[in-house]
Antibody, heavy 119, light 112 residues
Framework: QIQLVQSGAEVKKPGASVKVSCKASGYTFTNYAVTWVRQAPGQGLEWMGWISGYNGNTNYAQKLQGRVTMTTDTSTTTAYMELRSLTSDDTAVYYC????????????WGQGTLVTVSS | QSVLTQPPSASGTPGQRVTISCSGSISNIGGNTVNWYQQLPGTAPKLLIYSNNQRPSGAGVPDRFSGSKSGTSASLAISGLQSEDEADYYCAAYDDSLNGWVFGGGTKVTVL
């Protein structure tokens, strides 16, 4: 079955960086993009950007440009999201999601990774 | 401030029909299909409806859930409301101007 398994919770200090991994299985990794979505405590869903599993092309949300980098390792079918210069506003659960571009749907979600930014 | 607009809450008694609206613009809902997600407390969102009105096969989504779209608005209907339907519901669409996904702010459904 299709699974996206994310790395564990992180606690970071303001100004630090975090890198979250997302191991995909059960489908052909290069046929789909991976989208990253975050959810601050008690808040709604926020799109962060996507990366093509085929060629690594990316598109990031404008508010995160310059602070976020998404990469993939096709040999291990793993996607990564790195966020730098963290502030308390970045405290959230981060989700990786398989994106079916043909049907325009985000259909399989990782379990989420809680990133807490606190001094 | 979410790009798509949903009511913050909705409620009904068991067996009732509840409808959630989602309003957008020509660059998202008006030009692309709409997805709906259910998020139970402490869990990741789950795809309920895609392509405006399609339930994902093999995902165990009851046919009590249905979706529709007209112009720049969409709606999710839950018929025969059950206690396990208490959750947050989000609409989503691809936005051609942003070249990315936009979401509604979420609607909390309460079963009275």
């Amino acid at each position: 079955q299709i699974q996206l398994v994310q790395s564990g919770a992180e606690v970071k200090k303001p100004g630090a960086s975090v890198k979250v991994s997302c191991k995909a299985s059960g489908y052909t990794f290069t046929n789909y993009a991976v989208t990253w979505v975050r959810q601050a405590p008690g808040q709604g869903l926020e799109w962060m950007g996507w990366i093509s599993g085929y060629n690594g092309n990316t598109n990031y949300a404008q508010k995160l440009q310059g602070r976020v980098t998404m990469t993939t390792d096709t040999s291990t079918t793993t996607a990564y999201m790195e966020l730098r210069s963290l502030t308390s506003d970045d405290t959230a659960v981060y989700y990786c999601v398989r994106e079916d571009g043909y049907n325009l749907k985000l259909d399989h979600w990782g379990q989420g990774t809680l990133v807490t930014v606190s001094s | 401030q979410s790009v798509l607009t949903q009511p913050p809450s909705a409620s009904g008694t068991p067996g009732q029909r509840v409808t959630i609206s989602c309003s957008g613009s020509i660059s998202n809902i008006g030009g692309n299909t709409v997805n709906w997600y259910q998020q139970l407390p402490g869990t990741a969102p789950k795809l309920l409806i895609y392509s405006n009105n399609q339930r994902p096969s093999g995902a165990g989504v009851p046919d009590r859930f249905s979706g529709s779209k007209s112009g720049t608005s969409a709606s999710l209907a839950i018929s025969g409301l059950q206690s396990e339907d208490e959750a947050d519901y989000y609409c989503a669409a691809y936005d051609d101007s942003l070249n990315g996904w936009v979401f509604g702010g979420g609607t909390k459904v309460t079963v009275l």
